[in-house]
């Protein structure tokens, strides 16, 4: 995601309210592990979250890039920050045994005199207990920013549902090739392949990059666990198969989950059909400002219980711009006892998936929040693909 892709403007916008964030909480100086983070503040990319690395956001003057020395060159080539504000640890700290990169990250916040309100992402994936305790004993006790930065990225900008808009085009590109390849007797890992390759390939004028999530594409019985990814099995007459996936444009995500059945769908799994269908054509309706997250997560509830079914788990999540594992913004849930508000250009992945015992199905959509409703952020048929 080069910084090109967004104005300095926004780039400005996006530090002027993480800052306002980091005052409401007494932090001076935001230490960013994140990945979608740190690309969402200075346009870093890079598989390079393997090993430590952040962007430091004081309380004023520009952030700071700082990581393994091998990485520096691309911060260089995809971030809008200067030069000298890209900061890297000894390359021979590289998973040293005696030696942790963060002990050069002490040093440098000493030398620059960033040793009080120290704010981290404790609950992060890319945050190690290594790496706190170091900061730890250095500085004391940190300031808990989990999520801080996340919260920011709530509300999207027009530029970035455009890039999520041309994320769907390639979600919906994938799902037209499962539907067309989709067969009896074909090995699920080949199938995936051709998906996967659709995503990336792309379409003319629209490459495509790996999702934060890899296909999730499990068949029949299988089909009870939520996150299973595939196999070799071959597809069979009498299961259901339930395809997550998501193409991916500059980083930026649009997920959605379709069904398929090789035969006669039984009239258990034509009864779930019907209720998410409903689900997510009231949940669209009613996704307006104002309303709340819990307010949506009844839209789905109520339209499984009139069906006989009851949902344990949440119903949906923010999505955006991610890196793997997850591309959950991990800010807001749809379900129950969330009464955040919602509020115009969010963007959500609606899941209104049922499991069973013996079978799963899943229909999802991603969507944008306007004052007309949610707004699908791509165009794909919902209804479950059947092949006799």
Known sequence: MPASDFSAQEYADRLSKTRAA????????????????MAWLTGYDGWSFYVPQMVILPAQGAPLWWGRTQDKAGAAQTTWLDAADLLDWPEEHVQHPDHHPVDALVLALRDRDWTRGLGVEMDNYYYSAASHRILERAFGEMIDATGLVNWQRAVKSDAEIDMMRKAGQLTAHMHGVLREAFREGLP???LV?????????????????YPAIVPIAPSGREASASHITWNDRPLARG??????ISGCYRRYHCPASRSLFLGDPPDDI??????????????LAAARPGITCEEIATCVYDSFARAGYEKANRTGYPIGLSYPPDWGERTMSLRPGDTTALQENMTFHLMPGLWT????????????????????????????VVKP
């Open 22 to 37: 980091m005052n409401a909480r007494g932090i001076e100086t935001l230490l960013v592990t994140d990945p979608s983070n």
């Open 188 to 190: 699920k890992n080949q």
């Open 193 to 209: 392949a051709q998906v996967q390759a659709a995503g990336i390939a792309g379409l003319p004028g629209l490459a495509g990059d």
């Open 239 to 244: 299961e259901a198969t339930y395809f997550e």
């Open 270 to 283: 034509r009864r779930a059909e019907a209720a998410v269908l409903t689900a997510i054509e009231a949940t």
């Open 357 to 384: 015992p013996d079978w799963g199905l899943a229909i999802t959509e991603s969507f944008v929040v306007t004052p007309e409703g949610g707004q699908p952020l791509a165009d794909i048929p919902r209804e479950m």
